[in-house]
């Protein structure tokens, strides 16, 4: 559903109401906005879930306890409880998606090779205070470059073009730019031939995680305990000890109190220690 673009507003929720009409007998409802709840009321499906905080909780019929201290795969599992399900955790280390057509030949076009060791790095985020700084990004990029002879990635969509070229022009080595340049399935399948993932809090990060990919994630006005952190044993976040975090739980287009110290405080060096760390190790594997 593109709730932003052609499915926003109300005749375009009772279209889709309509087509899930008869079809369901349970809704999962793991999103806490009214909208959510209201489209599966709208639905008429019989049992609807949800936390205990929606927005639209009187319109479920079974509500589950809210834990913010738990990350929110394992949240949004404990909504089957309520149908008399006993959850485990989910587990990082998914298997790599396949190769999409013309994967190899397209690959080679951008200058990477069977062999090369890859470095993934999304300086973008769609909310610019979750952006850690393009001087940042560079610096570790050109450290690793010359410690570990890896080819540094840059990963975003057309929109994270200004983040990432000013990174691009900030590093003294040369990037495989790839801003604009992948669909999702090639992005997922370079993500997953990643030895270490260097990020914003961002959806390519959770797609790093979920592969098992080592994730290095730099966060700014967003913390662990909202529960949208990198997942799994593989994964360490950088952030600064700062009485104003979190200001949101999404992120914000500028930062409310004007410092931005929770990315200016943010060192490469602190970013350098976990890469280095988990580069060694992947080396020494091979």
Request: with cysteine; hydrophobic share 40%.
């Amino acid at each position: 559903m593109d709730k932003r673009g052609k499915d926003r507003g109300l005749k375009a929720l009772w279209r889709w109401a309509k087509g899930l009409r008869g079809n369901y007998d349970v809704a999962l409802v793991p999103h806490r906005s009214f909208r959510s709840a209201f489209l599966a009321w709208l639905a008429r499906i019989p049992r609807r879930i949800g936390f205990e905080n929606s927005q639209g909780r009187f319109l479920l019929t079974d509500l589950v306890a809210f834990d913010w201290r738990t990350h929110d795969s394992e949240r949004n599992l404990k909504l089957l409880e309520a149908l008399g399900i006993v959850p485990g955790k989910p587990e990082a280390g998914a298997a790599a998606p396949a190769a999409p057509e013309g994967f190899a030949d397209k690959v080679a076009s951008f200058g990477i090779r069977d062999g090369d060791v890859l470095v993934g790095m999304n300086p973008g985020s769609v909310w610019a205070t979750k952006r850690w700084l393009p001087q940042g990004f560079a610096k570790v990029a050109d450290e690793l470059i010359g410690e570990f002879r890896c080819k540094v990635v840059l990963f975003g969509s057309p929109r994270d073009s200004a983040p990432v070229n000013a990174v691009a022009r900030a590093m003294m080595h040369q990037p495989v730019n790839l801003c604009g340049k992948t669909d999702l399935k090639t992005l997922s399948h370079l993500i997953s031939r990643c030895s270490l993932f260097v990020t914003n809090d961002s959806g390519p990060m959770h797609l790093a995680s979920a592969y098992g990919v080592p994730v290095v994630a730099v966060f700014g006005p967003t913390t662990r305990e909202l529960g949208f952190f990198p997942y799994g044993e593989k994964s360490v976040m950088v952030e600064a000890d700062l009485p104003c975090r979190p200001c949101s739980l999404h992120g914000t287009s500028s930062c409310p109190l004007g410092h931005f110290n929770c990315m200016k405080d943010v060192t490469p060096d602190m970013v350098l220690a976990p890469c280095r760390r988990f580069l060694k190790g992947t080396l020494l594997s091979i």
